[in-house]
T-cell receptor
Framework: GQSLEQPSEVTAVEGAIVQINCTYQTSGFYGLSWYQQHDGGAPTFLSYNALDGLEETGRFSSFLSRSDSYGYLLLQELQMKDSASYFCAVRFRYNQGGKLIFGQGTELSVKP | NAGVTQTPKFQVLKTGQSMTLQCAQDMNHNSMYWYRQDPGMGLRLIYYSASEGTTDKGEVPNGYNVSRLNKREFSLRLESAAPSQTSVYFC????????????FGQGTRLTVV
């Protein structure tokens, strides 16, 4: 089957660094994406890793290791507004259907 | 530029009633998706369409049908609503290229009583 697993909840304090992990049991996809969703809102795209290694976008970084079937999202200098749910996702090639599937999400709570 | 538009935003149905959720995108995207979101369950793919004229089942297709009316529009139909279909439904679209981001509508909050 195809599945992505994430911790259900993570708590951290303002100004700290937090890492949200994603492990997957699927194949045939190309890259790992991350999305953010604030309570009651629509998910929005954060980052994409096509290759193994670290991708940095401002305070957010994302990492992928295909050999370990593992990735993570790193949030630095946490702010209260970072309290949200974070989802990892994989997208399959068009000639393999092109579907986009998500993990169950990690709810991040940032405390003062 | 509206992006992805879903209608309605809220809906209450009685068990056994039918309805169609509408979704339209104005970004000329090839791929469109329907998801449902339940507490603690993340976003589960119901159906998707890789291009106009094609649709495929996702992870939880039972009880639903879809129509890719044209490149812009992708509708989701509940033929006989059940309380288990109470959920928040999201439509999304993206370009065909792998790695491009998906854009989501604001969701439809459906309650089946």
């Amino acid at each position: 089957g195809q599945s992505l697993e994430q911790p259900s909840e993570v708590t951290a304090v303002e100004g700290a660094i937090v890492q949200i992990n994603c492990t997957y049991q699927t194949s045939g996809f190309y890259g790992l994406s991350w999305y953010q969703q604030h309570d009651g809102g629509a998910p929005t795209f954060l980052s994409y890793n096509a290759l193994d290694g670290l991708e940095e976008t401002g305070r957010f970084s994302s990492f992928l290791s295909r050999s370990d079937s593992y990735g993570y999202l790193l949030l630095q200098e946490l702010q209260m507004k970072d309290s949200a749910s974070y989802f990892c996702a994989v997208r399959f090639r068009y000639n393999q259907g092109g579907k986009l599937i998500f993990g169950q999400g990690t709810e991040l709570s940032v405390k003062p | 530029n509206a992006g992805v538009t879903q209608t309605p935003k809220f809906q209450v149905l009685k068990t056994g009633q039918s309805m169609t959720l509408q979704c339209a995108q104005d970004m000329n995207h090839n791929s469109m998706y329907w998801y449902r979101q339940d507490p603690g369950m993340g976003l589960r793919l119901i159906y998707y369409s890789a291009s106009e004229g094609t649709t495929d089942k996702g992870e939880v297709p039972n009880g639903y049908n879809v129509s890719r009316l044209n490149k812009r529009e992708f509708s989701l139909r509940l033929e006989s609503a059940a309380p288990s279909q109470t959920s928040v439904y999201f439509c999304a679209s993206s370009n065909r290229a792998v790695g491009t981001e998906a854009f989501f509508g604001q969701g439809t909050r459906l309650t089946v009583v």
